[in-house]
């Protein structure tokens, strides 16, 4: 038990601490175990190269490593670590979430049409120039992914841990996909509607983000430390809210952010009629009915429309009252750590995660 909360300035640096070791921790193993596996796939043949190439670019060359170091905070809590040396004994676990996040991003590009990612094209849109033809380039971005999702499990099962602790892994790590399937599913028809109910948006958002950005990581990484189904449930009612204000804050962002900061587009999510929270707010606003009917969901919306509902965001109160949810959101978070007591390093580091996740700028 941590004898008393940490500062704010002590729970960052301890986050920050945190978020570092696990880079260069997988960083080190990921690169070299890639590389096998790309070298592998170039000798099939070109396409199979290609698509394997434009994974491993993917998921080596950017990203926080967020999910993965969950996974070690969730190893250390279990373990009670009083330091991240531990971070070794899950390495391979670590680097299983960060592809299975490039099979998920490699698809959801593709199905959100977006041409960048990580500072370069999109996988789809590299595969399309590499193999000379949208059809060829888009299906075997799908099977990059595909691919990816193969990788994701083979790596989790390289874990060098009890059996009985990767079998319990292996089976967060599976309910984790089906929870994005669903949750990713269930969003495709909401945006088809237009249904915006707050309640299934944020059923959304936890099925398809905080399943596999909190939830899934930490309780995976507790997974692989032995930690009882007690203490799994726990970490999952600290990382539900935690993961749904991640979301809720980026849906802000990719409202009121700076894109050359979060590299979202202007307009983007308000374009593709994506299922947010601020969306939801909105349509209890008569005013704004006219306005969301002409222009929402609308790839040809007009610079004028789109400027005129992220207004009533404002007037309306709609920003207000989702920037007030996740902060209750985030208090849920902090209950339900203290609630949980960890001993060791994790602490503190999960209390900077709450702040680091949910009031961020990017």
Same mark, same amino acid.
């Given at each position: ?63 926080? #490593?967020? =999910? ?5 905070? @969730?190893? +250390? /809590? %279990?373990?009670? $670590?009083? *330091?991240?040396? &531990? ?40 595969? #399309?120039? =590499? ?5 060829? @380039?888009? +299906? /075997? %971005?799908?099977? $990059?992914? *595909?691919?990816? &999702? ?42 088809? =509607? ?169």
């Amino acid at each position: 038990m941590n004898a008393r909360p940490p500062t704010d300035e002590a729970a960052r640096d301890a986050y920050a601490a945190l978020v570092a070791g696990t880079r260069q921790v997988v960083d080190r193993r990921l690169r070299p175990w890639l590389e096998a596996r790309v070298a592998r796939a170039r000798e099939i043949s070109f396409e199979s190269g290609a698509a394997a190439e434009e994974l491993a670019s993917l998921t080596m060359r950017g990203g926080k #490593r967020v =999910r993965a170091a969950l996974v070690g905070a @969730g190893y +250390a /809590a %279990a373990k009670g $670590a009083q *330091d991240w040396d &531990c971070l070794g004994d899950v390495a391979m676990g670590m680097a299983a979430v960060e592809i299975l996040q490039s099979y998920l991003l490699v698809h959801d590009d593709w199905m959100d049409h977006d041409a960048v990612r990580r500072g370069a094209p999109s996988v789809h849109m590299a595969l #399309r120039g =590499r193999l000379g033809d949208e059809a060829s @380039g888009d +299906a /075997a %971005a799908i099977l $990059a992914g *595909d691919y990816g &999702c193969g990788l994701a499990q083979e790596a989790l099962c390289e874990v060098d841990l009890p059996p009985a602790a990767v079998l319990r892994a292996v089976q967060v790590f599976a309910r984790v996909q089906v929870d994005v399937v669903i949750g990713q599913l269930a969003e495709l028809e909401g945006t088809r =509607r237009h249904e915006h109910a707050r309640p299934s948006v944020e059923l959304v958002h936890e099925l398809k983000t905080a399943s596999y950005t909190v939830t899934g990581p930490l309780t995976l990484g507790a997974a692989l430390g032995g930690a009882g189904e007690e203490t799994l449930s726990e970490l999952a009612r600290f990382g539900r809210p935690l993961g749904i204000a991640f979301q809720l804050r980026d849906d802000l962002l990719g409202v009121f952010g700076d894109s050359s900061a979060t590299g979202k587009p202007v307009y983007g999510d308000l374009r593709e009629g994506k299922r947010t929270a601020l969306v939801a707010e909105l349509r209890a606003d008569g005013p704004s009915k006219e306005l969301l009917a002409r222009a929402l969901g609308k790839a040809d919306a007009s610079e004028e429309d789109l400027a005129a509902i992220v207004a009533r965001m404002e007037a309306s109160g709609a920003r207000a009252r989702v920037e007030a949810r996740v902060e209750e959101l985030l208090g849920e978070a902090r209950d339900a750590l203290a609630a949980l007591r960890v001993e060791g390093v994790a602490g503190p580091a999960l209390e900077g995660a709450v702040g680091a996740l949910g009031q961020r700028s990017t």
